[in-house]
């Protein structure tokens, strides 16, 4: 009896986070420039690890989670990496004072 | 019993955050700017993403009493870095001379 309504609740939670993403995708194939892309794509990245959470209690398992934390640090290392890139024209600058060996 | 409340909390947790999540993609359409999208994503869809968390971990907490750190962690993790990564884009946004709207009446970083 529980179960019924909890997944009932959990399956419409889903179609509204599926939603959101599609709204999230329109601005990532329609944005103007190439920083709302990178946001939307970061907005993405968050709704996905909210749709994992929600597929780990709708299949009854514990061993999603771990991929919900793995997923965060790549989403931050992937949004701090174009950040970099956008603003010098590189991501990993080598040392000033390697330059001549290079 | 106690297990029964836990679980209606957990669920209306986990609508606010769907709804949050669904403002925040209304906020990435219909705003103007690059500087306001940013604004709604960031902010909107973090907590969006923690309440839905939030009710996992107690679902979990309240049906087989079974303690989720990583949950936690995960939580820790999105409200540490969401604002940090919104605020990234947004200053190279702005030193790559992203065009703001017309509307736009002052600009604090552009001292000449």
Known sequence: MTNDIVNIIIIIALIIVACAMLGIVYRVIKGPTLADRVVALDALGISLMAMIALFSVLLNTKYYISIIMLLGVLAFLGTAAFAKFMERGEIVEYDRHNRDHR | ?112
């Open chain 2, 1 to 112: 019993m106690i297990d029964t409340i836990v679980i209606i909390v957990s669920m209306i947790f986990i609508i606010l955050g769907a709804l949050l999540s669904v403002i925040s993609a209304i906020g990435l359409i219909r705003l103007p700017d690059v500087y306001t999208r940013a604004h709604a994503a960031s902010k909107s869809s973090t907590l969006g993403v923690m309440f839905m968390m939030f009710g996992v971990f107690l679902y979990f907490l309240g049906r087989d009493h079974h303690f989720e750190p990583t949950l936690l962690l995960a939580i820790l993790f999105i409200f540490t870095t969401g604002p940090i990564g919104g605020h990234l884009i947004m200053r190279s946004a702005y030193y790559s001379e992203t065009p703001y709207t017309e509307t736009t009446v002052r600009d604090d970083l552009n001292i000449e």
